[in-house]
């Protein structure tokens, strides 16, 4: 796990240096960036597995940083910034990012937070292998592409990961602990409303109406559950 390559991104030099410092320690390999363009242009080169993103840089903020660079691969992402409101988490969550800790932090928590993200499967529950092919929607683990009567929709890696492990098990209902536990890793130390966060954005890009939605419902005083009209998956190899 030690190998993952890290690029950390922020405008304050102090950091860069004591972050990389310290992660190179911990065996990874490691560059940093000052401001949003030196950043897309290491991540094109570099190739990280993750990235320490800032907020708040003096070009791109990390919100459109983290845009881009999701739309490019599944990279793991994991904000760091001085602010703590729970609307700029449920933004950051909602683009894809993994996960987001607030400075002042410890190194000893970076570290493990970094531990833990890297500990997660992108490809969840079955084999990689398994396109869910129900009436209205189509997953395609392979292409990491769900399709709503034939029409594309855009989810980030972790929205992808957390339905097509409901729609591996259509019916099941799953605790939040649950799904932590399998997409976010037996290691997540942060709330367990992120759950909710990601249903809610899944929601948005799957359902017509979200108050009744059609795919991922709500057992209340429970979790959450995957259903369509066929209950059933056809399973394309």
């Known amino acids: 796990m030690n190998s993952a390559k890290i690029l950390v991104v922020d405008d304050e030099l102090s950091i860069c240096t004591l972050v990389r410092r310290y992660l190179k320690r911990e065996g990874y390999q490691v560059e940093v960036a000052g401001n949003g363009e030196t950043a897309l242009r290491m991540f094109e080169s570099f190739e990280p597995n993750l990235v320490v993103l800032d907020l708040m840089l003096p070009d791109i903020n990390g919100y459109e940083l983290c845009r881009r660079m999701q739309s490019k691969t599944s990279v793991y992402i994991l904000m760091l910034t001085a602010r703590s409101d729970e609307a700029d988490k449920i933004h950051g969550f909602a683009l894809g990012a993994d996960d987001y ?9 970076l570290s493990s937070r970094i531990q833990a993200i890297l500990k997660r499967q992108r490809a969840v529950t079955g084999s990689p292998e398994e396109i869910l092919k129900y009436s209205h929607i189509h997953i395609d683990p392979i292409r990491r592409e769900v399709r709503i009567s034939g029409e594309l ?7 992808f990961d957390l339905l ?12 939040r602990y649950d799904l932590i536990r399998e997409v976010w890793g037996y290691d997540y130390v942060g709330d367990e409303r992120v759950v909710d966060v990601h ?7 799957l359902e017509q109406d979200t108050s009744e939605p059609l ?6 005083g ?10 059933e998956p056809q399973f394309a190899l």
């Open 215 to 220: 795919f991922v419902k709500t057992v209340r």
């Open 222 to 231: 429970v979790g959450y559950k995957f259903e369509d009209s066929t209950h």
């Open 153 to 159: 929709a855009e989810l980030t890696a972790l929205e």
């Open 199 to 205: 249903i809610g954005q899944i929601r948005k890009k």
């Open 164 to 175: 097509y492990l409901l729609a591996h098990t259509p019916g099941r209902v799953w605790r």
């Open 101 to 109: 800790l607030t400075k002042p932090f410890s190194l000893k928590e």
